[in-house]
């Protein structure tokens, strides 16, 4: 190889490393330039998915206060059914004791129930999307919420509003003096509060993969600068090395540059 030769080739390398050392620098400040950027970008992440989980929860409360509501309801119309059992025929009573105020407060109490469980559902698919880009970070694992068991729940109410319908019925039946009005208003009132007792078992379970999830993203919040530093750390060392690299290269192609 002639000496014109090794000078250019030598000359080329020297070129290079020096590109390659100037990008490995730009890269090295920029991480930790932007560094407090992603902490910042990351830690309103985790603050937005935290915000929605806890709208959830309050939204599963307020469905749950309402339950227990509807409860103390249905047994105020049991209670007025065991004493038409044996006055039906006397419809002073009927009304006094089954006034059609009772039947609004029911109807009205799952009518709020649905439009919480439907607020709380157009959150969740919200908060399904911000939870994905948390859950996609490396080493962060959350309890996966599930958009099934919300409208599992949905399903449930509808058909607990179906039951407080068929109870209206018959509580009309005992106003027209019906046969076994009483007894039927009995085991309506009995299938609602089964339904309610179901309805709030399901949503203590959902409550508690609330917490479950906002406890993680707690976590997530709390390590997130360690991780982001750590990761500035890694790309220091990495891009130090390579700068390393191009520092001997350029040291050889000098030493061959004076040779040739």
Do not use: H
Request: net charge neutral.
């Amino acid at each position: 190889m002639s000496p014109t030769l090794k000078r250019i080739l030598a000359v080329t390398a020297i070129i290079l490393s020096g590109i390659v050392i100037l990008l490995c620098a730009a890269g090295v400040i920029g991480a930790w330039a932007f560094s407090g950027n992603v902490i910042t970008a990351g830690t309103n992440l985790v603050n937005a998915a935290d915000k929605a989980a806890g709208a959830i929860q309050t939204g599963l409360e307020s469905v749950d206060n309402a339950l227990s509501r509807l409860e103390a309801g249905t047994q105020s119309v049991e209670e007025a059914s065991a004493q038409l059992s044996q006055n039906i025929s006397d419809k002073g009573l009927v009304l006094v004791l089954l006034p059609p105020a009772k039947e609004e407060i029911l109807t009205d109490t799952v009518a709020s129930i649905k439009e919480t469980l439907a607020t709380a559902e157009q959150i969740l698919s919200s908060f399904i999307n911000t939870y994905k880009v948390i859950d996609s970070l490396p080493f962060v694992k959350l309890p996966k919420p599930d958009p099934a068991q919300l409208a599992s729940l949905e399903t449930q109410v509808d058909n607990l509003s179906a039951d407080i319908e068929a109870l209206r019925g018959n509580i009309q039946a005992a106003r027209d003096n019906s046969a076994g009005a009483a007894q039927k208003i009995s085991e309506g009132v009995g299938k609602i509060n089964d339904s309610i007792g179901t309805i709030r078992s399901e949503i203590k379970a959902r409550n508690a993969q609330l917490v479950a999830t906002r406890i993680s993203l707690a976590t997530v919040k709390g390590s997130l600068p360690s991780w982001v530093y750590l990761s500035v750390v890694v790309i220091t060392l990495v891009l130090g090395w390579i700068i390393y690299t191009q520092v001997l290269i350029i040291q050889f192609s000098i030493a061959k540059y004076k040779t040739a």
